[in-house]
């Protein structure tokens, strides 16, 4: 049966399902799946003669906001101790089907994996499994060779590993949809760290400085004590940190942030400025109606903001806000250009980015 493992972020397996699901059904792919609880995977099993290949050639992983990277699986193989990579080799030259050309491998763990050991020797794998691989004319030669793909294995513990491939221009910048971020001493908050991933996963990295350089204005709605202004102001903004509590004294030393003591979701600049962020928790359908507020009525061109979704029905939530996002700004007859994604440094919140394009 065609598979996909799909990663998400762990007790969010129901959600990143439903998703994957609902989206493959509407490019008329049908299938079902199977939730790892509390593993931050999902197996997804296509039930017609469609293969995994086939649903990731219209399906993009850009279009999804659960689940976080994915590869196609080609097989199960155990592992025994005194040559696993041998069999790696051997459940690979044993398949039925093709697969596309590799040159690089990667060699996974669950995002929750505690067992140090299982760490350090897939550390220490990757190197001789490469060298197998490489000569058994399994990846090509040349690691730094164009591939259409990476082979990727993934290692639930020390007895099987779990191997498939993930397509180039189609699966998650960092590995898993992890970025390793590090949070200067000098930042007022972790929060800091959700803007840094948005723009990291949202914005085209050969396009970062046409959204983020030149001296742009921004908006940080709810921003005490001011992790999200911190970022704005490290890309040179001039920002207007709107808020009822207090603000970061180092930040304010700074010269380029203005502190307004108002509202979040009432304050609107009296002209139009670059970017508005906001990370207030309140309802999330009051934050989707904002941003469409915002952006229809010329505030900002772009946005970053997070939805604070409820425990219960986390997946219906999010349809009902994307619904009013697009459902308002179809309405003013804005172009824009909406990307959403539940980031690896969130929790119970997604994260939504809007460029108006028109």
């Known amino acids: 049966m065609e598979q996909l493992l799909a990663f998400c972020r762990p007790g969010f397996e129901a959600e990143a399902g439903r998703e994957m699901t609902d989206r493959a059904a509407e490019h008329g792919f049908f299938g079902f799946f199977e939730p790892d609880k509390g593993t931050g995977m999902v197996w997804y099993s296509l039930g017609g003669p469609e293969t995994a290949e086939d649903l990731l050639s219209r399906l993009a992983l850009a279009d999804l906001v659960f689940v976080r990277d994915w590869f196609v699986v080609l097989g199960r193989f155990p592992l025994p101790e005194h040559d696993r990579v041998g069999a790696v080799i051997d459940g690979l030259r044993s398949l039925e089907r093709g697969y596309p050309g590799c040159a690089r491998l990667?060699?996974?763990?669950?995002e929750n994996n505690a067992d140090g050991d299982l760490g350090n020797f897939a550390r220490k794998w990757v190197s001789p499994l490469s060298r197998g691989?490489?000569?058994?004319?399994?990846?090509?030669?040349?690691?730094?060779?164009?591939?259409?793909?990476r082979l990727e294995i993934l290692l639930p513990d020390f007895s099987e590993a779990v191997v498939g491939y993930s397509p180039e221009g189609n699966r998650a910048r960092y590995v898993g949809g992890i970025p390793r971020l590090r949070l200067p001493?000098?930042?007022?908050?972790?929060?800091?760290?959700?803007?840094?991933?948005?723009w990291k996963v949202f914005?085209?990295?050969?396009?970062?400085l046409d959204y983020l350089g030149g001296g742009k204005k921004a908006a940080?709605?709810?921003?005490?004590?001011?992790?999200?202004?911190?970022?704005l102001v490290r890309q040179g903004m001039l920002v207007t940190a709107v808020d009822n509590g207090p603000m970061n004294p180092e930040l304010m030393a700074s010269g380029q942030v203005e502190h307004v003591e108002a509202d979040g979701y009432s304050w609107r600049p009296?002209?139009?400025?670059d970017w508005m962020v906001c990370d207030i928790v309140d309802q999330?359908?009051?934050?989707?109606?904002?941003?469409v507020d915002w952006l229809t009525g010329g505030y900002c061109r772009y946005t970053v903001f997070n939805l604070k979704l409820p425990m219960k029905k986390r997946y219906d939530e999010w349809l009902i806000c994307r619904d009013?996002?697009?459902?308002?700004?179809?309405?003013?007859?804005?172009?824009?250009n909406l990307r959403a994604r539940h980031l690896y440094h969130d929790r119970e919140e997604i994260t939504c980015f809007i460029e108006r394009t028109g």
């Open 106 to 110: 990667e060699v996974r763990l669950s």
């Open 133 to 149: 691989l490489r000569g058994a004319g399994l990846l090509k030669a040349d690691q730094n060779a164009p591939a259409p793909a």
């Open 185 to 198: 001493a000098s930042a007022p908050s972790r929060s800091a760290l959700k803007l840094e991933e948005a």
């Open 203 to 208: 914005l085209p990295p050969e396009r970062e």
């Open 220 to 231: 940080d709605l709810g921003a005490a004590p001011g992790g999200w202004t911190w970022q």
């Open 270 to 273: 009296k002209r139009g400025i």
């Open 284 to 291: 999330p359908r009051k934050t989707a109606r904002l941003a």
């Open 324 to 336: 009013i996002i697009v459902r308002g700004l179809a309405e003013a007859g804005i172009g824009y």
